[in-house]
């Protein structure tokens, strides 16, 4: 077969990750139909998809012993997610603090302040997966490296995934400490944990 000529046929699929070898080793075999093996690579490769999630990131935390909810609404993740495939799957996220909202305006442009997410020199929170673990049906926990301002941690994320075809559903929940992230002061009023509900 004509090196060159499999260089140009597969050129377009190398910076994608192809996940079923036998696949590679059926275009080196047949070498009389061509066009349909380069198709039939296609089932075989697991592909990122963009997703700007309609739901936002919820959060929940005690402010005088009432809790508060707010919400991210600008956001999107990149999901490349097989849960037969966990250790090449990958989930990354980014969100705007900008479009944080808590019902109450004053208290909004506050968070946007120096003292908590800085908007103005840190116009984004990004969260990255690092590995997976099934924990049963349906059920998973990831590590992800989340970066707030110009600190990142490592967070574990349990989650589940409903899928109806091709269509996958996630839902996560986990607790950060804020000010792991510099997000204000030790405060008598203000808890330290903030719950963070994620779903896309």
């Not at 935390?61 to 990958?90: C, H, Y």
């Not at 004053?106 to 997966?129: M, V």
């Not at 997000?183 to 008598?188: Q, V």
């Amino acid at each position: 077969m004509d090196i060159g000529y499999l260089d140009i046929v597969l050129a377009p699929w190398r910076s994608l990750r192809i996940l079923c070898a036998s696949c590679v080793n059926l275009v080196l075999i047949n070498k009389k139909n061509r066009l349909f093996l380069v198709f039939a690579l296609v089932p075989c490769l697991l592909i990122a998809q963009s997703v700007k999630p309609e739901s936002p990131i919820q959060f929940k935390i005690k402010n005088a012993g009432i809790t508060v909810d707010g919400m991210i609404s600008d956001w999107e993740v990149e999901v490349d997610f097989d849960s037969k495939r966990l250790d090449q799957s990958s989930i990354r996220g980014k969100a705007n603090p900008e479009s944080i909202q808590t019902g109450i305006k004053l208290r909004d442009k506050h968070l946007h302040g120096r003292e908590y997410f800085h908007i103005q020199k840190f116009p984004s929170i990004s969260l990255e997966s690092k590995s997976f673990k099934a924990k049963g049906k349906n059920a998973f926990v990831g590590i992800f490296e989340l970066q707030i301002r110009d600190v990142k941690r490592e967070v574990e994320i349990p989650f589940t995934l409903s899928q109806t075809g091709r269509q996958q559903k996630f839902k996560g929940e986990f607790v950060i400490d804020r000010l792991d992230f510099g997000l204000g002061e030790k405060s008598l009023v203000l808890s330290d944990e903030v719950r963070i509900i994620i779903e896309f």
